[in-house]
């Protein structure tokens, strides 16, 4: 065998919320973070079988005492036992070496000693991370029966309907309602539809007016609604995918999978193609369908990046507005091109936004170096052949004669020296040019190198390169590995098998990659509205993707706020189910308004790491069991956004023609400040500033709420009234927000929040965003009236 065959390992490449193709930055954890948890002796579990009633006591003992003859005493016995098993089975989990344990599996009573298996944990960790369970006490999926009504409509790649994910066990009915449709294509027909699956569609007139006619022989596609990306697949399943035993990405992760809204139906719009791109007039086409076929709720992972088109020439928003203006929700992606500032997209205000976040999962590789100090990277390492020492250079110490240093310091394509870099590891460091792990995988794989590791900013997005091991590690660990490589004559290093663990790293932090507001197109919207778990989400694949490998993959780990999109729809579509006459708006308000915030200590990552602000995840982090007990809401109904329109400049022929109806701008609608939005942006506060509000009670008829600001240095806040009283009578207040800028000189944007308690239940918090003129700050003055 070949150095180069002698590691199977993965990294991953990551779709935009645009539907190119991004290789986007990777997080790779601190080694002290797990020092003693994953380098220590293995964890094995001594399995003895059924236990004797009323014998706990002399159970531990006898455990004690096994574990002694192997280990020498007692004391080392204590020290290394993790677990006594005593009251359903008899057994014990204790860290040994590996012939320890083969010795015990002798010993008399012991009926299997198995190695404890990280491994084997919920894949779609996100759901579990967010507490969506059935068994949450109050929570969303009883009170929603899981969706179960609930119509959700995916625009994007099409579907892979043989995929475990979409069985239609336990699901009643196709309801009523539906009007849509199972449109036969290639490899496509009514039978691929279920219960789950309730229509499926495709367009390509749009494509093929622009490219040419669809050509297959350079790439795999079928001309139907069946997915040949991987992409339509993979968000479908977030957001209703049923449940599925067994299932992993390539063995890492295994366990049981399953979708948000586990009972809700799929209905699915192919509008993006394999050999390139979404055609605007094909979307638009989709929202068309997708209204008169009845669907609750649109998940749409993708947009276009700044600068943004104006909102009546945005298929997406044209096609979100009409959709909104008859009840169906629009959640969206807020695009892929952070961490910098002005990014976000599909930011018109009748959208809900998803930036993308992170869980508490991480995949750690083990490096050991030749003279057995151990690091940690990230990867999706498979472990074949591995513990097996190759040796390891410098990139920038085997370049091309035509690659300049940094070049060959970021692994760029064609600057390494194959000679020099054949059957060795490889370390890369990310330059201001080449900041990807994939780029730098396949320079060392067409260099002969057996693997790469990449050394770069921290961020817990893992790149994918199939069948060649890509470990990521930070700046500090690569530069150790670097000191290791300078410091010995012969230097050598090996990897250890991709082990999962979880509640190792702070979570949720907003990704690196997720794009941040504010809003260049409208400031006065607070974009984005939420975040939502976006960062190495399993979920199922398309089988003819190619980015698949060789056995295919029915699952695949992905990162984008394309992923964290269908999170937040499969929320939408159980507040759906919960509350049927729930409008678009009032749903979008539920969300933010309740969105964790203030319990958590949200980081976003970044060039550095940075607190995160509304700039980067809105309300907050989405909070699904909230969400269904909002108290108040920030309504609004079509006509306000028609004022919006207005409010942008647009003229009179403009708006009419994306309202379908004659309209007017009148003077009054020239001000965005007043939009029932539950945030407040105010993108240049100058002087005074008053904004208003209305907001509606659906908690307990007799509720009382008082306001609380949370004021940034040198602004004053005054609430009139701070104190809103509902009864059986009053149902809707209004409410007034001053702002009063203390400050003399522009010093850039400033972050608050406004929020109504009752002092029971009830807690709501709207984000407040400022653009301040002011750099010497005064005595900040916050004044609840």
Known sequence: MAMGDAFSSVAISIMTSSSSHLILPLLLLQYLLIPDLLFASNVYIVYMGEKNQDETEAMVELHHEMLSTVLGCKEAATSSILYNYKHGFSGFAAVLTKSQAAHIANYPGVVHVVPNRILDLHTTRSWDFMHLEANFPDGIIPKSRSGNGSIIGVVDTGIWPESESFNDHDIGKIPSRWRGTCQQGEKFDASNCNRKIIGARWYIRGYEAEYGMLNTSDVVEYRSARDAVGHG??????????????????????????????????????????????????????????????????????????????????????????????????????????????????????????????????????????????????????????????????????????????????????????????????????????????????????????????????????????????????????????????????????????????????????????????????????????????????ASWSPASPQNSKPSLDFKIESGTSMSCPHVTAIVALLKATYPDWSPAAIKSALITTGKLHSLCLNSEGAPNKKANSFDYGGGHVNPNRAIHPGLLYDMVPSDYVHFLCSMGHNNTAVSSIVRQPTVCHDAYKSQKDLNLPSIAIPELKGKLTVSRTVTNIGPVASTYTAHVEAPPGVSVRVKPSILMFNSTISKLNFKVKFRSQLKVHSGYLFGSLTWEDGVHWTLSSPVSFFQNSSIAKTTEMIVE
Request: aromatic fraction near 8%; charged fraction near 15%; charge should be neutral.
């Open 233 to 538: 697949t993979h968000t479908s399943s977030t957001a209703a995918g049923a449940f599925v035993s067994n299932a992993s990405f390539m063995g890492i992760a295994r366990g049981l999978a399953r979708g948000g809204a586990l009972k809700a139906r799929l209905a699915i719009y192919k509008v993006c193609w394999a050999s390139g791109g979404c055609s605007s007039a094909d979307i638009l086409a989709a929202f068309d369908d997708s209204i008169n076929d009845g669907v609750d709720v649109l998940s749409v992972s993708l947009g276009q990046s700044p600068p943004l088109p104006a909102y009546v020439e945005d298929v997406l928003a044209i096609g979100s507005f009409h959709a909104v203006a008859r009840g169906i929700s629009v959640v969206c992606s807020a695009g892929n091109s952070g961490p910098f500032s002005q990014t976000v997209i599909n930011t018109a205000p009748w959208i809900l936004t998803v930036a993308a976040s992170t869980i508490d999962r991480i995949f750690v590789t083990k490096i050991t170096l030749g003279n057995n100090l151990i690091q940690a990277g990230q990867a999706l390492f498979l472990g074949e052949h591995a513990d097996k020492f190759y040796g390891i250079v410098y990139a920038e110490d085997i370049a091309s004669d035509k690659a300049d240093a940094s070049d060959a310091r970021g692994c760029s394509a064609a600057s390494l020296n194959s000679t020099l870099a054949r059957g060795k590891v490889v370390i890369c460091f990310q330059t201001r040019e080449q900041r990807s792990p994939l780029v730098a995988s396949d320079t060392v794989r067409r260099a002969h190198g057996v693997a790469v590791i990449f050394s770069q900013f921290l961020t817990e997005d893992i790149s994918f390169a199939f069948d060649f091991p890509c470990i990521q590690v930070d700046l500090e660990t690569g530069t150790n590995i670097l000191m290791y490589i300078g410091n010995t004559r012969n230097p050598v290093i090996k990897f250890s098998p991709t082990k999962t663990a979880l509640g190792t790293v702070t979570a949720p932090e907003v990704a690196y990659f997720s794009s941040r507001g504010p809003s260049s197109l409208s400031p006065y919207v607070l974009k984005p509205d939420l975040a939502a778990p976006g960062v190495n989400i399993l």
